[in-house]
């Protein structure tokens, strides 16, 4: 199955700022990445997503970096504001035994502080 | 708009109890997940349906079972609880396998604790 590794594990940052939070990932045939968000005392939600046949993706604040070779994905959070303070998951698809991949592994999760 | 409810958001139980987790989704989704969520473990798979009546162990499925005998409803059962599944349970469902089904939406979280 897959393995997902998420770093850091706590991250601070001052308002306007930019974060980058890090995963890697095992198995090479994963081809989809996503990253929820969870503020406190709430469910995750999905941010942005993206898929192996991109490098890159953008929305507005935040972008999704890929590197296939490394197996490796990174998300980057410009101009933090307070209300980026929140938990953040990576994921990737675990495909099992029965070869339907329709699980996703997620990291441990980063807790992210945008100091004012 | 997608709408995962879970029954309770707060669950106190005694050691030895048998607990039911209740989940429903509104969105005809095929897959439904059950996950526990604890401090610097990210969110572990429990089950996984992926059809009524079918399920799949994930990665920590020992001391815990599951039922779905309706599309919509997934259940989480505790045969008999113990101190060390006190954690925060979340249930999730996506809509299918292709290429940009697997999205996952959560509900809102159960807090079990058990004394």
Known sequence: ?116 | DVKVTQSSRYLVKRTGEKVFLECVQDMDHENMFWYRQDPGLGLRLIYFSYDVKMKEKGDIPEGYSVSREKKERFSLILESASTNQTSMYLCASSPGLAEGKNIQYFGAGTRLSVL
């Open chain 1, 1 to 116: 199955g897959e393995n997902v590794e998420q770093h850091p594990s706590t991250l601070s940052v001052q308002e306007g700022d930019s974060a980058v939070i890090k995963c890697t990932y095992s198995d090479s045939a994963s081809n989809y990445f996503p990253w929820y968000k969870q503020e406190l005392g709430k469910r995750p939600q999905l941010i942005i997503d993206i898929r192996s046949n991109v490098g890159e993706k953008k929305d507005q604040r935040i972008a999704v970096t890929l590197n296939k070779t490394a197996k490796h994905f990174s998300l980057h959070i410009t101009e933090t504001q307070p209300e980026d303070s929140a938990v953040y998951f990576c994921a990737a698809p675990n495909t099992p035994s029965s070869g339907s991949a329709r699980q996703l592994t997620f990291g441990s999760g980063t807790q992210l502080t945008v100091l004012p």
